[in-house]
């Protein structure tokens, strides 16, 4: 199972709609996933769920049993103010330590309205999710102008983006 990880939780998001884009090439490759998106955190999850408060939430416990129900997963990782969001951070934290992500395989896809796609925001959490034990794909894709490129209709008009995300996905698999 490869779990989809929506890194914000901000509504109707651009990583949702890559997301839901790279799922239509896992199940082209005939591959089981599922989709945990940020936004269905509880709203207090930071006070609820957190330090002293951990596996009081069942919203959280939720969203962290469906992540630990898989081996390999890809992070939609929007670019915030030169680095990942806060709430990806939260929610990291608030997984088992040191369970929740070690011993998993990870693919990054970044995305930003600027020309780098997101390759800060890529090389924090990269850091971060090594130092928990999670093996990262080196074919990290950063979609740059993803304002341009990603249509009304939820779809990449770059042929290139798509070309990245379909071998990265066959990566992973084989990773």
């Known amino acids: 199972m490869i779990t989809l990880l929506v890194g914000t939780n901000r ?11 790279y799922a239509g090439f896992l199940a082209e490759l005939s591959v089981d996933y599922q989709i945990i998106n940020l ?8 006070s609820s ?5 951990a596996g009081q ?13 898989s081996d390999k997963l890809v992070i939609f990782v929007p670019e915030y103010n030169c680095s990942f969001p806060g709430v990806l951070k939260a929610f990291i934290d608030g997984l088992p330590y040191p369970g929740g992500l070690r011993g998993k395989k990870a693919a990054l ?11 800060l925001a890529l090389a924090h959490l990269t850091d971060v999710l090594m130092y928990l034990g999670t093996a990262v794909l080196p074919q990290r894709v950063r ?5 341009k490129d990603l249509t009304d ?12 995300l379909r071998e990265q996905a066959a990566a992973l698999l084989a990773f």
């Open 11 to 21: 509504p109707n998001s651009r990583a949702s709609r890559l997301a839901t884009i």
């Open 39 to 46: 936004v269905d955190l509880p709203a207090d999850f930071t």
């Open 49 to 53: 769920a957190l330090y002293h408060h």
């Open 57 to 69: 939430n069942a919203g959280f416990n939720a969203l962290a049993g469906l992540l630990n129900a």
């Open 109 to 119: 896809v970044g995305l930003s309205d600027g020309g780098q796609g997101g390759l």
């Open 143 to 147: 979609l740059p102008f993803i304002g």
């Open 153 to 164: 209709g939820n779809q990449l008009s770059n042929p290139l983006s798509n070309q990245l």
